[in-house]
């Protein structure tokens, strides 16, 4: 049985994300799940830059946590695009 080949997600989660330990948490979930690499970063207008590579199921698990009710602060909405990994990443980072 063939492994699925990785994927990359790009997230951008919107609300109140900054200042509330969002990047922390989601470096400390991504690094839980496994099998991740990639950053959280925050952007300019307020939201939070999510970039994951790894396994299709982890990224998925990473997603529903984005998305859920056990993140700091309040997600009002998350936009994602998936494609292809890029290698870029060593480990999961906040920037």
């Keep these: ?50 970039v994951a590579e790894g396994p299709k199921e982890s990224c998925e698990l990473l997603l529903t946590w984005l998305t859920g009710p056990d993140t700091p602060g309040r997600v009002d909405g998350v936009t994602e695009i998936w494609d292809v990994p890029r290698g870029a990443y060593p480990t999961f980072e906040i920037r």
């Excluded at 997230?11 to 200042?19: F, L, S, T, Y």
């Excluded at 330990?21 to 300019?44: D, K, V």
């Design 1 to 50: 049985m063939n492994e699925a080949p990785d994927v990359r997600l790009t997230a951008w989660i919107r609300g109140r994300v900054q200042g509330v330990g969002f990047r922390w948490y989601t470096r400390a979930t991504a690094l839980e799940i496994g099998g991740l690499s990639g950053f959280a970063t925050n952007l300019t207008d307020g939201r939070v830059q999510v």
